[in-house]
Every structure is written in structure tokens, then in C-alpha cells.
């Protein structure tokens, strides 16, 4: 099982970001996507989530407007988009399939967002 993460780097604020998380070893389709994040000296937390074939999403209330989650079960991969985004977006994001008790986590990509 392998999910990896691309597309961080380091953005103003404002600015715009698009993640991705190519998943492989697993029937893909068959697992809710999330994505996490975790700023240095705090816990872990859900960003957004979509269910396994796309048709609902879940955003916390900070990313609410700014950030979509969608996803290509034809190409195994997770997206993030992040928009009009702010310091305290600034995180390592990480990809996350779940299905009942399978738990499955990405390595995570670096997001820096400052002037």
C-alpha cells in the first residue's frame, strides 16, 4: 500500500496550492479519502474528506470556502485544492484512505505559507 503526496512548497499568503495523493496496493474506490494536516506543536487534525465514490465531502470549519477535495477513482488519486490561503494554513498535509478498520497514511507534504 502506497500513498504519496505531492504538490506542497512554499506560497504567499493569498495564494493557492494544489495537492495530490497518487494511492496504489489497494482497491482505491473502495476507501474514503482524507486529507490531515499537523503544524508544528500541534496535533493532527482532518482538513476535509470525500467518500469513496465522491459524493459527499466534509470540510472543518476553518477550510469552509477555501478548500475543495475531490477525487479520479479512474486515477487512483486524491486532490486537494487550497485557496486564499493564510500562515496558519502553513502544515505538513497528509493523505489518508480509511475503510472500516483498514487505515492507511501518506508520508505527508510540506505546505509554508508566508511572505
Known amino acids: 500500500v502506497q500513498l504519496v503526496e505531492s504538490g506542497g512548497g512554499l506560497v504567499q499568503p493569498g495564494g493557492s496550492l494544489r495537492l495530490s495523493c497518487a494511492a496504489s496496493?489497494?482497491?482505491?474506490?473502495?476507501?474514503?479519502m482524507s486529507w490531515y494536516r499537523q503544524a508544528p506543536g500541534k496535533e493532527r487534525e482532518l482538513v476535509a474528506r470525500?467518500?469513496?465514490?465522491?459524493?459527499?465531502?466534509y470540510y472543518a470549519d476553518s477550510m469552509k470556502g477555501r478548500f475543495t477535495i475531490s477525487r479520479d477513482n479512474a486515477k487512483n488519486t486524491v486532490y486537494l485544492q487550497m485557496n486564499s490561503l493564510k500562515p496558519e494554513d502553513t502544515a505538513v498535509y497528509y493523505c489518508?484512505?480509511?475503510?472500516?478498520?483498514?487505515?492507511?497514511w501518506g508520508q505527508g507534504t510540506q505546505v509554508t505559507v508566508s511572505s
Open positions: 489518508n484512505a480509511r475503510r472500516s478498520s483498514l487505515d492507511y
Open positions: 470525500i467518500t469513496s465514490a465522491g459524493d459527499n465531502t
Open positions: 496496493g489497494f482497491t482505491f474506490s473502495r476507501y474514503a
